[in-house]
């Protein structure tokens, strides 16, 4: 059975601690190791840093196994350290014990700045090629026009209703922001600083004066209207949500009826006949995308490059979005998904649809959108406002 989401729960728990535990304050100077010149001869064992459902060995489910014939192909044996949060991912690279780390966009620049990975050489990974182009050099998984990992998958945060009991339907976020006292105590959201992002993009959308142009690139004035949003939303939540189980019981009880979701828990609520659906609003949506990044201190970088172009080699790849519930960054992977819609459902080829989508990137003090005469807050600021809105 496979782990119902299990990274993106994980991230929800663990993400207050973000800023605090491992300076997510930063700028993103960066530094580190070059990236290499070649792939040699693997030396014989690969470390890796995953969440849960990224390195399968049929351990939990006979049918999902990806790890072991790597192994067998390429000699490197593969040791996973499953991490529980992006805060335990970041900790665990800056140890150095580990040669590569799936890490999600609030992590990835974190670990640019601290200079704990390196820029890939996408030219090493021939799988590269095929990735869409829309998750290649994006402001969490590059700098100084380098790649600093290879897309693994990406997805969007939806909005989610019942569709008996939310009418009319729903097509802006403004169902469960200002509209959300229509829905008193059965308005849902995800609990996470960086849902304080969803907030910020639908002021981009209704209040221009603010001139957000980013929803992670919030001046002090532009953090506070977002908190002060969603401040008035907490009075009409029945829950926070980060349990992808209990948000899909939620909804089939009815004790929520509208909010934010991510397309595989739509489609896990409706396959156990609750009477949903989820749209990307018309204000576009926030959403997630992970990147397989080295080590600047990789003991076993040849392994670890070799892992790399495995993981989004075109049948794996598929496995792997297919067990985790998430679109492949290997456009080839479409024809090679067991179910033969996965990659309509997921929108994996679906540039368009990914434009209106803003993928989670670390808020830092250097503003993302590009001023330059201001000062942007910082995530450590975005955990303080999310422990302020809550209570």
């Not at 690969?46 to 192909?73: L, M, R, T």
């Not at 397309?263 to 609003?281: G, R, W």
């Amino acid at each position: 059975m496979r782990n119902a989401n299990p990274w993106k729960a994980a991230v929800a728990a663990g993400v207050l601690l973000l800023a605090v535990a491992c300076g997510s304050g930063g700028g993103t100077d960066g530094g580190g190791a070059a990236e290499r010149k070649n792939v040699g001869k693997g030396e014989g064992r690969v470390d890796i840093i995953a969440w849960a459902g990224y390195a399968e060995d049929g351990s939990n489910d006979p049918k999902a196994d990806w790890v072991h014939p790597f192994e067998k192909q390429t000699g490197c044996k593969v040791n996973t350290k499953t991490a529980g949060t992006s805060d335990e991912m970041v900790s665990l690279m800056k140890t150095g014990q580990y040669d590569t780390v799936s890490a999600s966009g609030d992590a990835t620049l974190r670990l640019i700045a601290a200079g704990d990975v390196a820029p890939v050489n996408t030219r090493l990974v021939p799988n590269y090629r095929d990735i869409f182009s829309g998750l290649k050099m994006r402001p969490f998984n590059s700098k100084d026009g380098k790649m600093y990992g290879i897309p693994h998958g990406r997805g969007a945060n939806l909005l989610m209703y019942r569709t008996d009991k939310v009418s009319p339907a729903p097509d802006s976020w403004k169902a469960v922001f200002d509209g959300a006292a229509k829905y008193a105590g059965k308005v849902t959201a995800y609990d996470s600083p960086i849902y304080i992002a969803d907030a910020a993009l639908y002021l981009m959308k209704t209040r221009p004066a603010l001139g957000i142009k980013d929803p992670y690139a919030l001046d002090r004035t532009q953090l506070d209207a977002a908190v002060a949003l969603l401040k008035k939303q907490r009075q009409q939540i029945g829950e926070y949500w980060s349990d992808y189980q209990k948000e899909v019981t939620a909804f089939k009880g009815g004790d929520s009826v509208v909010g934010t979701t991510w397309q595989v828990i739509a489609n896990t609520a409706a396959a156990e006949k609750a009477p949903v659906k989820a749209v990307l609003p018309e204000e576009g949506a926030t959403g997630w995308s992970d990147t397989w990044m080295v080590s600047a201190k990789a003991a076993h970088p040849n392994c670890a490059y070799k892992w790399l172009d495995w993981i989004v080699s075109p049948k794996v790849n598929a496995q792997v979005a297919e067990y985790f519930g998430e679109a492949p960054a290997n456009a080839k992977a479409c024809e090679e998904t067991a179910a033969p819609r996965h990659c309509a459902v997921y929108h994996a080829d679906d540039e368009a649809y990914y434009r209106r989508v803003h993928f989670w990137t670390t808020p830092v003090p250097q503003c993302l959108d590009g001023r330059r005469n201001v000062k942007c807050t910082d995530y450590a600021e975005w955990t303080r406002a999310w422990t302020e809105i809550k209570g």
